[in-house]
C-alpha cells in the first residue's frame, strides 16, 4: 500500500504563504482522487482540497481562492499552495487518496 509522507508546514505570520507536499512512497497515477484535510485543536478534520484525474478540483468555501492543489503523477506529489493565510488555518494538515492511509500530518501555524 502506498505511504504518504507530508511536509512543508510551520509558522507563518497572517497574510503568508506555505506550500506543503505530499509524497507517496509510489505511483499515485492510478489513485483517482488525492485530498487534503486539516484538523484543528478541537475540531473534526475536515476537507481542505482535492483533485480528480486529470484535473477537477474541490476546495471548501473557506479557503477557496486562496489555496491550490495540484498533482505530478510523474513526483508521485500532491501539493497544497497557501496563500493568504489567516490564524484560522492553523491546524494539522493531512493528506490521503483514495484507498491510502492517513499520513502523519505538518503542523501549519499562522500567528504574529
Known amino acids: 500500500q502506498v505511504q504518504l509522507v507530508e511536509s512543508g508546514g510551520g509558522l507563518v505570520q497572517p497574510g503568508g504563504s506555505l506550500r506543503l507536499s505530499c509524497a507517496a512512497s509510489g505511483s499515485i497515477f492510478s489513485i483517482n482522487t488525492m485530498g487534503w484535510y486539516r484538523q484543528a485543536p478541537g475540531k473534526q478534520r475536515e476537507l481542505v482540497a482535492s483533485?480528480?484525474?486529470?484535473?477537477?478540483?474541490y476546495y471548501a468555501n473557506s479557503v477557496q481562492g486562496r489555496f491550490t492543489i495540484s498533482r505530478d503523477n510523474a513526483k508521485n506529489t500532491v501539493y497544497l499552495q497557501m496563500n493568504s493565510l489567516k490564524p484560522e488555518d492553523t491546524a494539522v494538515y493531512y493528506c490521503?487518496?483514495?484507498?491510502?492511509?492517513w499520513g502523519q500530518g505538518t503542523q501549519v501555524t499562522v500567528s504574529s
Open positions: 483533485i480528480t484525474w486529470p484535473l477537477s478540483t
Open positions: 490521503r487518496g483514495t484507498g491510502t492511509d
